[in-house]
């Protein structure tokens, strides 16, 4: 199967979001762990893929591989933000105990 210029830049973009999706997982796992004192801009990456989302694409597969990463991002939020909270809440145990 050919791809249209176009379509070929829709799926470098989607496996672009799959990895970007992959190393900020990375990124707040290192975050709730306390290796890093910064936490990861997941907000901006989620805002990127809802605003690329929105372009319709034609061809089945694009299309699919994109739902399949709307979803990995989605359950990997979860994860993300029960890290955070978890992260949080220890850092305020450990105030405490200070």
Known sequence: MLLSKEDLARKNA???FD???EEMHLQIQRYSQGAENRLP???RLEMELLHFSRKKINDLELAKNLERVQYKF???KKIWLRWIEEAHHSAGVEKEST
């Open 14 to 16: 989607i496996y672009d």
């Open 19 to 21: 990895r970007k999706i």
């Open 41 to 43: 801009e997941w907000e």
């Open 74 to 76: 989605q359950n990997r």
